[in-house]
């Protein structure tokens, strides 16, 4: 017959309690999981931190994944029955039933299981018939409140439900992100921890919250050497390359973007390979080197175009006009009319994919190419397009930005 023996300190005083494995018990009905571990979190039951080891036969089993319901009926004002426990255990993610006991009793009886399960109804189904009730745990009390709280959710769809509401409420995601965590955790899936945690730090990061971002970062390694995925590594990478661009650290940045692109390549990820060389082309930007930021740029625009994706195109598109703007400044009158063709085309795109920001940005750089050439009407026309669009989906930087930069072609045109 297995049996588990679960070793506890109830008030100062380590006790153990001999109990039935619960395949011996047919009778027990297992649709219980959830209702009663929820049902446990809404009462007061005394917590103590007491669960010291469970043992099954003489493999010994990690307490932290477990409780134990103790109950004490009493038979006197004086005298107290032996305690009755019900073991629970997390296994796989799921909450599951261990064993009842204490054993003994069954024994006494010949064995009769009936006398325990009887105990144990009395015990969830008449409180009133029990002195005291007492949950013990090696897991705060505050853990065990936020899995019995997760019960029953979908890990997926809490990543999938906080990322559409990152941008409204980032407290309202990273509460879905850390629910999720908390669910992969209990179900041992790697790849699941990986991405809520991956959530995370692109919430933190989005929020400019860089000490957050650092520290998700580098938890999430962890991962990837047991997954050994080079699409997981290369988000990594790419993130801190985000993170050390936000911090003007632009040369390092381009490391990390180049290591992206490496892991990109490897698990032929086109959109990935495409993104790491406009990172890498935006870096080189920063630091004033356009020949090389014009390389990279173009290889993004070449790589899109050979696969039709039509917005990473244009977004390429719109970045090599921003160089050539710069050689603009410099006095290349010849990189007008390139600029303006890629700026067309890129619009195009935007309007074909009813993608409204990047309607803003492409018509934002066409103004600041006429107004580089002295066209200030026609800047001025795309610098209203810019602001309208952006107030219109709530863009509200862009569209201040841009209604300064139509004021100031209204002034130039005043003045001439």
Known sequence: MVSWKVNFALGGVDEQIDLFDTETLVDWDPEFKGELIAGFFKTDYTWIQGLKGVTRDSLTVQPINCFVVVGRKWRDARTKSIPLGVLFEFTEGDLRLRGVGPKSLSDKAGGDSNILLNLVSDLFDKPDLWKSKII???????????????????????????????????????????????????????????????AQAELSLDSMNFDLTKNRLEALWEFTSQLGDPMLEENILSSEGILLYENSLFEQAITKFEQALERAKRANIHRAVVNAYCNIGECYFRVGKFDEAMKNFDKSRSLAESRQDRNSLAISQVNMAKVLGQYIRQGDSSSVAQAAYYLEEAIQHFEGLEDMKGLVIANGMFGEIEALQGGFEKALMHFEFAAEKA??????????????????????????
């Open 136 to 198: 013990i745990s090696a897991k705060p009390k505050s853990e065990w409140k936020i899995i019995s709280d997760i019960i029953g959710e979908e890990p997926w769809l809490l990543i999938e439900q906080g990322r559409k509401v990152m941008k409204t409420d980032p407290r309202k995601a990273m509460e879905n992100f850390t629910k999720a965590y908390k669910i992969f955790d209990i179900l041992a899936d790697i790849n699941g921890k990986f991405h809520a945690v991956f």
């Open 391 to 416: 107030q219109a989906i709530n863009e509200h930087q862009f569209h201040e930005f841009y209604r300064q930069k139509a004021q100031e072609m209204k002034d130039r045109l005043y003045e001439l």
